[in-house]
């Protein structure tokens, strides 16, 4: 696979697809519908992921495409492919709260290898380069041509003064109780993939996640906390959070800058 043009074309399919959610989150009101899950989609999913599919097919159509939109026509038993969640935090969208991310990742031999998380209302920009280092772009972003990135690197957590960050919109007990484990300086709440890249950028330590995934939620932000250093384990056995598993669903997850003193469930 080409990464220079891969992360390009990664890139650009981004901006474009933040450009037409945006255009909905300022519209007066917008539709939401409720899928099969319980789960909430908008318009802005579906533009976005309708876009963001024909463009990775357009430019790689050798290469499997896994979307979070069209994820119920899937049945791929792939180890190499794309896989895309058009807006992660649909709710923070919903609620107008700008947690929510564009994010699109190659995944290869089950690690995701190169990924790109864009907030549209943070003006936040993420990605990795073509040889899989991480960088966060600073804007204005100009769609056909990268701008000035930045390097990002984990952290050198202090175990007993750690930087935690959780879910906003699906904290529990559970969570907190595990939390709980760990001596805590400082806490932060964080919607959708940006949580992966408060740990890459080291603005946070550890992010664990208790509760149900799939594999185009964190995808994208794991080809770029890995990229900066960090590592995606399990929570039941610390081993490496693997990818193209039965209907793409992942287990608890820890994410972390490596030195963090890992607790036991």
């Not at 159509?61 to 038993?77: F, G, I, M, W, Y």
């Not at 529990?172 to 001596?183: E, R």
């Not at 030195?259 to 469930?265: F, Q, R, S």
């Amino acid at each position: 696979m080409d990464f220079d043009k891969m992360m390009l074309v990664l890139r650009k399919l981004s901006l474009e697809a933040g450009e037409r959610i945006m255009d909905i989150y300022a519209a007066p009101d917008f539709e939401v519908k409720t899928k099969s899950d319980q789960s909430p989609v908008t318009e802005a999913d579906e533009a976005a992921d309708a876009h963001i599919s024909a463009g990775l097919r357009a430019a790689f159509p050798e290469a499997a495409v896994v979307t979070e939109e069209q994820s119920e026509t899937h049945d791929l038993d792939v180890r190499d492919f794309f896989i895309v969640d058009p807006l992660d935090g649909t709710k923070e969208f919903v609620n107008r709260r700008g947690d929510f991310t564009v994010n699109i990742a190659w995944v290869e031999d089950g690690v995701p290898l190169r990924g790109v998380v864009y907030a549209p209302a943070r003006e936040r920009l993420f990605w990795t380069l073509p040889d899989g280092t991480a960088v966060e772009e600073i804007g204005p972003f100009d769609k056909e041509t990268p701008g000035t990135v930045t390097p990002i690197r984990v952290s050198e957590p202090d175990n007993d003064a750690l930087m935690v960050v959780a879910s906003k919109s699906h904290r529990d007990a559970a969570t907190d109780a595990y939390i709980g484990k760990y001596a805590v300086a400082d806490m932060k709440s964080a919607g959708s993939s940006l949580k992966f890249c408060l740990v890459a950028t080291g603005e946070a330590d550890l992010y664990p996640r208790l509760g149900r995934t799939m594999e185009w939620d964190t995808a994208a932000g794991h080809a770029v906390l890995a990229g900066a250093g960090g590592q995606v384990v399990r929570f039941d056995d610390h081993t490496p959070l693997g990818y193209g598993k039965p209907i793409f669903e992942n287990p608890f997850f820890i994410a972390l800058a490596p030195g963090v003193a890992l607790k036991a469930g």
